[in-house]
């Protein structure tokens, strides 16, 4: 069941991805639509270098971060169709909160550390092309409850269930057609919670 390299699944293997995964019948025909597109040489299997030919991917900073947070779940250098379902899993709306909180938190953990310090934050935000710090600043004074200098796991949780908007855009509608238009936009899965209101 790994490796499918038809243009349509056959109704076993529909039935097979549906039993081992939170997607629906219609969700995993969608995503396959999108696995082809992506796999231009009809391989079977993408590579993090095909996934970063997603157009988002090739214009987001977190590119690089966000494959290799890919990797590091999933283990392998082809990523199968089932590969493909259990990464994306991570945003549907089935899928406990917590997954999607430690996913983020994993991504912007650029030092592997366990914790956002300041000069993770301020880098996190000069990637983005803001060289205000006073938001980090704001958010290490807001959220750094024991006034550590960093925003351990714990502190992360709480800002990300402080604001809905974060969730809500954490969640990818899988019903849709994605073959021609990319609904997995990383500026809507990993920038979120710095274009947050302001406190």
């Known amino acids: 069941m ?3 390299n038809s243009t349509f699944l056959s109704e076993e293997e529909l039935k097979d991805f549906k039993k081992s995964t939170i997607f629906s019948y219609a ?3 969608n995503l ?3 696995f082809c ?3 231009k040489l009809h391989q079977g299997y993408l590579t993090y270098n095909e996934l970063n030919n997603i157009p988002e991917f090739e214009m987001n900073p977190f590119s690089k971060l966000i ?3 890919i990797e590091k779940r999933l283990d392998y250098i082809n990523i199968t169709f089932a590969h493909f379902l259990d990464f994306l899993s991570i945003f549907h709306e089935k ?6 909180i430690k996913f983020l938190f994993s991504v912007l953990d650029l030092n592997k550390d366990e914790r956002l310090c300041r000069s993770v934050l301020k880098r996190i935000n000069n990637i983005m092309g803001n060289n205000n710090n006073k938001e980090v600043e704001d958010i290490l004074s807001t959220y750094d409850f024991d006034r550590k200098g960093y925003l351990d796991y714990n502190d992360f949780v709480f800002f990300y269930n402080e604001d809905d908007s974060i969730e809500s855009k954490m969640i990818i509608d899988f ?3 994605i073959k021609h238009s990319v609904k997995l936009k990383l500026s809507d899965i990993v920038l979120p ?3 947050k209101r302001k406190r």
Not at 95 to 100: A, Y
Request: charged content about 35%; overall charge negative.
């Open 2 to 4: 790994g490796n499918v």
């Open 27 to 29: 969700e995993i025909e």
């Open 32 to 34: 396959y639509e999108r």
């Open 37 to 39: 597109y992506l796999d």
């Open 67 to 69: 494959c290799i947070a």
């Open 95 to 100: 899928t406990p909160k917590e997954c999607r």
């Open 175 to 177: 019903t849709k057609t």
């Open 193 to 195: 919670y710095f274009l």
